[in-house]
């Protein structure tokens, strides 16, 4: 089981980036998935969760300029960041809701993700 997210970089204020999160293991479709971010010396921060519906969840601060997105069919969900701000500079990553193993694989067992359950992370730096 495991996540793997890819897409951080360095980019001006104004630019954008997009993350990729990539899922193996487990049946990607049945759970909700997240991504998270922490700056150093700042807490963690809950950036944009996707339920198995699609639905979004944004954080009042990217609210507007980021936007979530899952494909079901590449086990990948997505983080597209646009009008970057110097205080989005963090360690991006993306996390899954607690698993369970049922006929034969893993799917998830309900309730929302958990930073506990994440992958290695991807840097996201923006310079003014």
């Known amino acids: 089981v495991q996540l793997v997210e890819s897409g951080g970089g360095s980019v001006q204020a104004g630019g954008s980036l997009k993350l990729s999160c990539a899922a193996s293991?487990?049946?990607?479709?049945?759970?909700?998935m997240a991504w998270y971010r922490q700056a150093p010396g700042k807490k963690r921060e809950l950036v944009s969760s996707?339920?198995?519906?699609?639905?979004?969840t944004y954080a009042g601060s990217v609210k507007g300029r980021f936007t979530i997105s899952r494909d079901n069919g590449k086990d990948t969900m997505y983080l597209q960041m646009n009008s970057l701000k110097t205080e989005d500079t963090a360690l991006y990553y993306c996390?899954?809701?607690?698993?369970?193993?049922?006929?034969?694989?893993?799917?998830?067992?309900?309730?929302?993700?958990?930073?506990?359950?994440r992958g290695q992370g991807t840097q996201v730096t923006v310079s003014s």
């Open positions: 996707i339920s198995v519906e699609e639905v979004p």
């Open positions: 293991g487990y049946i990607f479709g049945t759970c909700e």
């Open positions: 996390a899954r809701a607690q698993l369970q193993y049922s006929g034969g694989t893993f799917v998830c067992r309900g309730g929302r993700p958990d930073p506990k359950y």
